[in-house]
T-cell receptor
Framework: QKEVEQNSGPLSVPEGAIASLNCTYS??????FFWYRQYSGKSPELIMS????GDKEDGRFTAQLNKASQYVSLLIRDSQPSDSATYLC???????????FGTGTRLQVFP | GAVVSQHPSWVICKSGTSVKIECRSL??????MFWYRQFPKQSLMLMAT?????????EQGVEKDKFLINHASLTLSTLTVTSAHPEDSSFYIC???????????FGSGTQLSVL
């Protein structure tokens, strides 16, 4: 069974701060990595996707990937209370369309 | 962006009855759809991969005779929970992607409560 691990949190940060979310995965040949945001009782929505080593920025979000360390992270700059949600890391399974999700990190941004 | 429609959004049923959940890709064709289940405060667990025109592929530990999947067209997959029991109460979410390595889009989910 492929594993994707995340700290369940909650991660509490003040409004305006940088939130850093981390994820490790065990499938060394995974090629596609995704961050989803999920509000309580709702389905996940895609925040970022990243496929190659390094950083990828989109607005206030930056995804970082290090395949050698099997590590992917998400940085949220200028955190807002509306960013409070559970963030799910997802990794593709080798040679398939399937995504395996981590348990998610609950982020709380307080005013 | 691509839209995946799922309904019903919630359903309450008696133990022993069957419940059907529909998942539609509205603006793209999906030869493959995925069904996930999520218990409270847990992550999404992949149940099965639905393949248009052929049998679904179930993940280890998922009973294929209990969770019937039908993918009769390129835009519709259904999940039927047969003889539902309280332990089947969960949030069921379908997903699909327009192509390999494309973004995975999720339906809005179905909250199933079995009394």
């Amino acid at each position: 069974q492929k594993e994707v691990e995340q700290n369940s949190g909650p991660l509490s940060v003040p409004e305006g701060a940088i939130a850093s979310l981390n994820c490790t995965y065990s499938d060394r040949v995974s090629q596609s990595f995704f961050w989803y945001r999920q509000y309580s009782g709702k389905s996940p929505e895609l925040i970022m996707s990243i496929y190659s080593n390094g950083d990828k920025e989109d607005g206030r979000f930056t995804a970082q990937l290090n395949k050698a360390s099997q590590y992917v992270s998400l940085l949220i700059r200028d955190s807002q209370p509306s960013d409070s949600a559970t963030y799910l890391c997802a990794v593709n399974v080798e040679d398939t369309d399937k995504l395996i999700f981590g348990t998610g990190t609950r982020l709380q941004v307080f005013p | 962006g691509a839209v995946v429609s799922q309904h019903p959004s919630w359903v309450i049923c008696k133990s022993g009855t069957s419940v059907k959940i529909e998942c539609r890709s509205l603006d793209f064709q999906a030869t493959t759809m995925f069904w996930y289940r999520q218990f409270p405060k847990q992550s999404l667990m992949l149940m099965a991969t639905s393949n248009e025109g052929s049998k679904a592929t179930y993940e280890q530990g998922v009973e294929k005779d209990k969770f019937l999947i039908n993918h009769a067209s390129l835009t519709l997959s259904t999940l039927t929970v047969t003889s539902a029991h309280p332990e089947d109460s969960s949030f069921y979410i379908c997903s699909a992607r327009p192509g390999v390595r494309e973004k995975l889009f999720f339906g809005s989910g179905t909250q199933l409560s079995v009394l």
